[in-house]
């Protein structure tokens, strides 16, 4: 028999100690599981040779106010992994009045085959997952009382039924059985299973030819997230593209708590490299389990094996060598930081593009990442809800992985992040890959040349721009001159602060000669800019004639650039007015 230890008990977590089998009621004892502690999973494995009744006993422990077994015990057909028999509430009865101790005695017939029983001695109270019914306010408190207590002996009040009472046995007639290892049978050939909190693993495989191959992955969803935590998937070794993975329409139930979700099943995929990839996040995982395990524990995690015995010599070990070659990293950024890095690209390329941010509650990005062409100063890419995709733990961690094609030409690349939940100082689940957090660019390909891509801090200046007065601070009033030679029009782009048509930070144009101002930023004339609502911009095309000019640009006390006291607007560094020569 084998049981893990929960890591209260067990600095080695999630690995499985082997124990003697205990015969506690002679020979006819198939399964005798007993002297557990808070959190164990015990598990052990025999085999029938024909058809066989079983006679069963077990007890286990219920929630208080609840129909929910926190400890029991079940059996699984060791070759589908689906459960033959499971104790519950409704066929078990009550042995002592008063306590949460529960009783099953029973018989069950099972046809010849392997099969694996567990049991788990769980913890009393699982917050977010019992159906507890409370009579008032003393049941809440008591509850309360027992989830956040730091005295083990008071934490126990409503662990009334002692663990020492917990068991499985199962008996029948003697020489009907073989026993066996379930830890040792089970040998995929990808093994990502019995993950530990805040697991990152891949292994690689190749395939020789196109075939089919079963996987058996189990993780966890948060249902009022929609997202999982703990998951798996495949990418294609060579595109770096995902092939297949977990998600809520491909997986079922596990068993156990609500959030334990399973993908079973055959998935073929054509000639190739593969990586198997596994992810989790700080709880809720092999041998700490927060609720109850899935039905098939040993399975937590991603197993892959081939579907066919006759293609097992055409699925072999694949070590992945590539690494992409890293063009531009802005990552591990704090709170309140804005950071730039320009790149020229001497001709077009293929970019791949990593940003991790922050999806905040206004339905819009705080912490965020986005590429500009510095000759237009035009959008090329950036980060968006539809582009971004979960990147583990809390919900609001987005990542973007992706491949875009840039022309020849001068870029900047922005990150910006807003004042809470970044490298270093989370405030609620850090995403898998938090020292990612940022935008991060890569070379793209094998043949993919570095020194075709040079770098730089400032943005060079542009030929058709006339004047920029951008990145303003509190309280300022800035002018730049420039020259018309001839009549035409320019193009403006202004960005400032407004509320109830009243404009705070704004920009004009005036004639250097007269002082008369021949454009000017309204409120009417602006549409939203992103962030806060008060965040306004314009860009329009204004004729002036040929002569001497001034773009200038005022702020108030409070709200620019870059110490905001509402959220930024999408372009935060443009706070200002830019003036370029209309092409």
Not at 109 to 137: C, H, I, M, Q, S
Not at 176 to 181: A, G, H, I, R, W
């Amino acid at each position: 028999m084998y049981m893990s230890r929960p890591r209260a008990y067990n600095l080695l977590a999630a690995i499985f100690l082997l124990i003697p089998a205990i015969s506690l009621w002679a020979d006819e004892t198939i399964i005798g599981m007993r002297h557990f502690r808070e959190g164990d999973l015990a598990v052990d494995g025999f085999e029938l040779t024909a058809k066989t009744e079983l006679n069963i006993e077990a007890i286990g422990g219920v929630i208080k106010g609840s129909h929910d077994l926190y400890a029991y015990g079940w059996i699984i057909d060791a070759d589908s992994r689906e459960p033959v028999w499971q104790m519950s509430e409704e066929e078990s009865r009550t042995i002592r009045s008063g306590d949460g101790l529960r009783e099953f005695e029973g018989e069950i017939t099972l046809t010849p085959g392997r099969y694996e029983a567990y049991y788990y001695a769980g913890k009393p109270f699982f917050w977010g997952e019992a159906n507890v019914e409370v009579d008032g306010l003393g049941d809440v408190a008591d509850i309360l009382g027992y989830i956040f207590s730091e005295d083990e002996d008071k934490s126990h009040k409503y662990y009334s039924a002692d663990v020492d009472e917990f068991l499985l046995k199962i008996t029948t007639t003697s020489g009907s059985f073989t026993k066996f290892d379930p830890a040792e049978r089970l040998r995929p050939f990808i093994d990502l299973t019995r993950v530990d909190d805040d697991f990152a693993g891949k292994k690689g495989f190749a395939l020789k030819k196109e075939m089919a191959i079963e996987i058996i992955a189990m993780g966890e969803y948060i249902s009022k997230d929609r997202i999982f935590v703990d998951y798996g998937y495949i990418i294609n070794a060579e595109t770096r593209e995902k092939v297949w993975e977990m998600d809520k329409w491909n997986t079922s139930w596990a068993g156990g708590g609500r959030k334990n979700r399973a993908f079973q099943g055959e998935v073929t995929l054509p000639a190739g490299n593969y990586l198997a990839v596994y992810r989790s996040d700080d709880s809720h995982s092999f041998g700490d389990w927060n609720v109850p395990p899935p039905h098939d524990p040993l399975h937590y995690g991603l197993a892959i094996y081939p579907a066919s015995a006759a293609d097992e010599k055409m699925m072999v070990i694949y070590e992945d060598t590539y690494r992409e070659p890293i063009i531009l990293s802005l990552t591990e950024v704090g709170d309140d930081e804005f950071i730039q890095k320009g790149f020229t690209l001497d001709k077009s390329a293929e970019i791949k593009i990593v940003a991790l941010g922050e999806y905040g509650w206004s339905d819009d990005f705080v912490d965020y990442g986005w590429i500009e062409d510095v000759a237009t100063g035009e959008v090329v890419w950036k980060m968006t809800d539809d582009n971004t995709e979960h990147a583990g733990g809390a919900r609001k961690n987005r990542i973007f992985e992706g491949v875009v094609t840039l022309p020849a030409g001068n870029y900047m690349v922005y990150f910006v992040s807003d004042d809470s939940h970044s490298y270093g100082s989370w405030n609620d689940t850090p995403p898998f890959e938090k020292e990612m957090w940022g935008i991060t660019l890569f070379g793209v390909g094998k043949d993919f040349k570095s020194g075709s891509i040079s770098l730089f801090d400032d943005a060079p200046e542009s030929g058709n721009l006339l004047a920029r007065v951008t990145g303003v601070g509190d309280a300022e009033n800035v002018c730049r001159e420039f020259d018309l030679k001839k009549p035409g029009k320019v193009h403006i782009f202004a960005l400032g602060e407004g509320t109830d048509g009243d404009m705070y930070d704004y920009g004009w144009i005036e004639d250097s000669r007269s002082g008369d101002i021949v454009w000017e930023m309204t409120y009417r004339m602006t549409t939203h800019a992103g962030g806060a609502d008060k965040n306004r911009q314009v860009t329009t095309d204004v004729y002036l004639d040929a002569g001497r000019y001034r773009a200038c640009y005022t702020t108030d006390d409070s709200h620019s650039f870059p110490d905001f006291n509402a959220s930024r607007p999408w372009h935060p560094q443009k706070w200002g007015i830019t003036v370029t020569m209309n092409q």
